[in-house]
């Protein structure tokens, strides 16, 4: 199993365009085999930063979603309103 935290920072004025591209996608996530789960979450002191939290049953399962047209078009949408590429942290449960 792997976690994937991805944060996105976007512009300000651009936080509803970004909310509307990701949220299908984050939700669309949950129906894939191997996603195990996957959120969507808002930074509670500034609002253009975003993050994404999935559970995968392993990194070719996440490999495959990046790869996916779904991920490529909403990355499309997203690349021109956002401040800074996106940061992927890759995590595994400890004992």
Known sequence: MIVVISKFQVKSDMVPTFKNAIKPMTKSCKNE????????????????IWYTLGTWSSPES????????????????IADILTAEPEFSFCQEVD
């Open 33 to 48: 085999a191997n996603c195990l789960d996957h959120r969507l979450y808002q930074d509670m002191q500034n609002e253009t």
């Open 62 to 77: 996440f490999h495959e979603h990046m790869t996916s047209p779904r991920f490529k078009e909403t990355v499309a949408k």
